[in-house]
């Protein structure tokens, strides 16, 4: 059975109340539309609904068309309440909440973008997570969140070290020492995982997948080695 999201606009209009309910409707593009039509024409009588149906939607387009209403909406009114969803118990909530702050842009919001959602153990959250951090991250601050970043190299599966891999790359040069160290690592995994990421970084035309099977092939045969075998294929 799906999760009926409380509605409380505060125009309650014959218009608002239809256009609420839509945002629980079965279907999905009813859902996609009823989110286009609230973002087009922002009333802040909204932002409840919209921010509790972020939470539950289980479309990943109607979610982006939610977050999208929710920038149309003042920020002194939207982001104290995204906040509070950034300390849900809903996995779905949180990771919603983060990817709206990196629709807002609010450089304000950094200080909220804590150690623990960077290492969440949900994917979808700690992804978002180091997504929006890429965003608002002040200048001075990105080698810090360099650091940190690095501690979940390894982590995943394709698509979440992928994540990983640009946001490192986002954050430019800063993570060079970072990647180097970490392409230190005992762990293969993590050593592949910052090879290829350093080589993102230096080349970023080069595809996620070549450069991770480059990177584990060095790890395996060694820097030199790797070279050498590299020069005898060509």
Known sequence: MQEVVSINPTNRTPHNARLANALSAEDSSVRLQAALAV????DPGFLETLVERCAVEPDFFVRDMLSWALT??????TLP?????LDSGRTRARSQALHTLSKIGDKSAWAWITRDMLRDTDDEVARTAWRVAVVL?????????????VLQLGRGDRTVQLSLSRALVDLGDVTRPALEKAAASPDPAVAAHATATELLRQNPETGFDAAIDEAKRAVILGPQRAAAAETAEC
């Open 39 to 42: 973002g087009s024409h922002p």
């Open 72 to 77: 149309r909406l003042s920020p002194e009114l």
């Open 81 to 85: 309440r995204i906040r509070q969803e």
């Open 137 to 149: 991250v002040p200048e001075k601050e990105k080698k810090d969140l360099a650091d940190e970043l």
